[in-house]
């Protein structure tokens, strides 16, 4: 929750419905000192792939979700953890572990024989993991898109990603 709150606070405090994008950064590590400026430029890209903020093309940024909807508590600072990413893939797996009472690392040396003995290496994490969500009825339509986004990225031009075990993703 705090990556909304954060996101909403330039916009809530300037009482603007966009800024620049200078603006923003200036604000978080500024104006408020929250963070440093490359955090800042990080809590932007973030927020834009995550649909919170629309990024245009000559500089501007818009908040996508409804400012009405978020307080700003008194006092508010925003943790560190704004800027770890959880991906699908991995809360997945921690969902699997938890309904199956398993340990993480029973689920991703599963996940894994499912790359390397079934598919011959030959499928992504992402793929496996939906795969063994699905074979241990693990519920998982609210994180389809994300896994999808996150399988699609590897194969975007210029990047040489392939298909690789959990714990072990090569560049």
Known sequence: ????VTVAAPFKHTRKDRLKKSEFVFYLAIDRKWMSRE???RVLERAVEEGLLE??????VRPLLDLSAVTV????R???RILETVQASQELIQRIAGKDAVTPAQVTA???RVIEEEFDGKIRVEAAVALVAKRRGVPFEDLRERLTAE???GDEPGTTEKPSLVGSRAP
């Open 73 to 76: 508590p008194v006092g508010f």
């Open 110 to 112: 599963e996940v894994n």
């Open 78 to 80: 925003p943790s560190s």
């Open 55 to 60: 990024a245009t093309t000559d500089g501007w």
């Open 39 to 41: 955090e800042a430029h």
């Open 1 to 4: 929750m705090s990556l909304p």
């Open 151 to 153: 399988m699609m990225k």
